[in-house]
């Protein structure tokens, strides 16, 4: 299931949105070009929680900034053109509605605080950890879990894959971000928490804080909840469940 767009309308231009989007391509751009020494680039500016947490020092020579810092450069590095990708996609599928609902600067805060949440989140449940975790994906989270409380019934087009069939389908988003989430909490509690380079709890403890954050962060006229601008909901209707 891979969610593409929605068809949810934003009166705001997303220019965070697209800055953020923007600022995370240009910092992928910039490891690409540091070639070999990539790798100590991600050691040096990606979060590392027994560095944060334990006083582990670097080895002599890779270039950092003091580990507090760590928990926000780390937000805008990537370990791969895939993992960007599907990054920056649902920043821009979800991004635009959530800074609609918040306006530019609250958006701004709202991102960077879900961040450093989802940071310490994975931090806090794996203290001892030195590897270091890199991509926006915990902020990203905390727009997901924003979203799924401001539009729970919008449509999301999701590319639906099993086997040979392949279909596009409307989704409601309480039933893409809810499966989403019960995914990421799954594999959370069942693999180790560094597993095929995957911050699980990360993304855990970014929609949590979305969730919860977006009550404080929303303009006061913005209502939670919203009804529904979702076809899948129209055509349930319509319909009826006996089809």
Known sequence: MFPFSDDNPSSLTPIVTWSLIAACVAVFLWQLALGDT?????????????????GAELPVGIPTVAPTMT???S???????????????FL?????????????SRYLVFYVVCGIAAAMTQAWIDPNSTI???GASGAIS????????????ATVRTLIILGYFVTVMHIPAIIVLGVWFAMQFFSATVSPSDVGGVAFWAHVGGFVAGMALVW????????????????????????????
């Open 92 to 104: 821009w599928i979800f991004g635009d509605n959530v800074e609609d609902s918040m306006g530019h």
């Open 38 to 54: 990539g790798n100590r680039a991600i050691f040096g500016f990606g979060m590392i929680p027994a560095r944060l947490f334990g």
């Open 75 to 89: 937000m805008f590095m990537h370990g791969g053109i895939m993992h960007l990708g599907g990054n920056m996609l």
């Open 142 to 153: 905390g727009v997901l879990g924003a979203y799924l409380v401001l539009h729970p019934q």
């Open 71 to 73: 928990v926000l450069t």
């Open 216 to 243: 404080f962060f929303k303009k006061r006229e913005v209502g939670l909840w919203q009804p529904a601008h979702s076809r899948a909901f129209e055509t349930e209707r319509r319909r009826g469940p006996w089809g």
């Open 132 to 134: 270091p975790m890199i």
